[in-house]
């Protein structure tokens, strides 16, 4: 199994992750935020599938990833929708798959009489009009009364095209970002001595040096040689360990050496538990919490998580007592990609299992501890030289 990696970037031409200007799939991006690119362009989401459990709330699109499977007839071409409630109180999330096989009537474009309305504020299905001008369309009632104030000053004139995006009501949304990916780069030495610094901060002294002829990955493999004076949530210290690889990651995706764009020569030896959890506590009952494809009862595997380096990239009010904010969110999906039939009609969009996972008080704490050894070393050096001055 490849581990793929996600990095934001800022979308440099000023519009092309707009859904409006996407007419080949080969062009469909991963991306952050923004509204949904519909992989069947004239079937848009119902808001009914994205509301949010707890406080009723429009969810609104997280992150879209474009994950063709030419091995699955079914998945040749292949996106999955995370959406997230912006009150971070909630903590909810839901994610959905769709797919098509090569030849389909969507791609390479849809004929203009398939047009669907959107919502011009987040682009899912559009089943409300304004009733004044009947030229604007919404999911909710929450989003229409989210586009009043800018829509009242020219109902009956708005010239936005059910398709066009309203950047006045940006707010409702995640801002949009583009994400790159390239594989995970292996363990370094780098990463090895990032462990050791980590390992070292479970000892009651935090500078102690090592002991003579003692090599770095002793102190890794001697787990259980020192009392520690708080106790370690050893998830997180791997995960940190993990991450300083490459610390600007918001997307852990896991790939298989048949996807379309990952070399099999480019494939490592698994190394262990796909995901990275953040914490040894809340972890998932595989049973209850993945469980299997509602439709094939296949068991769901592990596809990919967001890091919370991502919060950093989104225009949030991080100092609200309601400001979204996550651990880890963790997506698992059907490792068939089967494609469902009801009533005769292919089923649009799949829901799969996500499960979000918040950093333990234990991890917390030994951060703080290393932040301040770190600041323990610094005042150090600086007594150090001013003393050679």
């Given amino acids: 199994m490849q581990i793929t990696l996600g ?13 409006d200007t996407i007419s080949d799939a080969e062009d469909i991006p991963h991306k952050v935020g923004g509204r949904p690119l519909w992989l069947r362009k004239n079937q848009p989401m119902d ?27 079914e998945a040749y071409l292949r996106m999955v929708y995370l959406y997230a409630c912006k009150n971070g109180t909630c ?16 791609w390479p474009h849809a004929s203009e009489s398939e047009t669907p309305l959107l919502c011009t504020v987040c682009g899912l299905k559009g089943t409300k009009t304004c009733t004044g001008c009947r030229g604007v369309h919404y999911c909710s ?3 229409q009364t989210i586009d009043w104030p800018t829509h009242k000053t020219s ?30 780069p292996a363990a370094d030495a780098d990463a090895i001595a990032v462990a050791a610094m980590e390992k070292r901060a479970e000892g009651a002294d935090l500078l102690e040096p090592l002991k003579e002829g003692e090599e770095v990955l002793d102190v890794l493999d001697d787990r259980n040689a020192t009392e520690t004076v708080v106790d370690v949530d050893d998830a997180f210290l791997g995960f940190q360990t993990r991450v300083e690889r490459e610390p600007e990651q918001v997307i852990r995706w896991a790939r298989d050496a048949g996807d379309d764009d990952v070399d099999e ?16 506590l809340e972890k998932p009952d595989v049973a209850k919490d993945v469980g299997c494809c509602r439709y094939c009862l296949k068991e769901r595997t592990f596809e990919f998580q ?28 059907c490792p068939d990609r089967c494609q469902p039939v009801e ?18 008080v234990k991890g917390l704490n030994d951060r703080m501890r290393q932040m301040g050894m770190g600041m323990r070393m610094d005042l150090a050096e600086e007594e150090e030289e001013n003393e050679q001055e």
Wanted: charged fraction near 25%.
């Fill in 7 to 19: 990095f934001v970037e800022a979308d440099p031409s000023g519009g092309s992750l707009h859904p």
């Fill in 47 to 73: 808001a009914e599938r994205v509301t949010c459990t707890k406080c009723s709330s429009v969810m609104v699109p997280l992150v879209q990833l474009y994950t063709p499977d030419d091995s699955v007839k």
């Fill in 91 to 106: 903590k909810s999330f839901k994610c959905f798959r769709s797919q098509l096989p090569e030849s389909n009537s969507f």
């Fill in 141 to 143: 009632k929450q989003h």
């Fill in 155 to 184: 109902c009956g004139t708005d010239t936005r095209s059910n398709t066009q995006s309203n950047h006045n009501n940006s707010n409702a949304l995640f801002n949009e970002l583009e994400i790159v990916t390239e594989p995970e």
């Fill in 265 to 280: 020569e480019d494939v490592e030896e698994d190394e262990g538990d796909a995901v990275l959890w953040a914490s040894d």
């Fill in 306 to 333: 967001v890091m919370p380096q991502l919060l950093n990239h989104l225009q949030i009010d991080h100092a609200s007592d309601k400001a979204f904010d996550f651990g880890i969110i963790v997506v698992f999906t």
């Fill in 343 to 360: 009533n005769g009609v292919e089923v649009a969009y799949m829901e799969e299992a996500v499960f979000h996972q918040n950093f333990s």
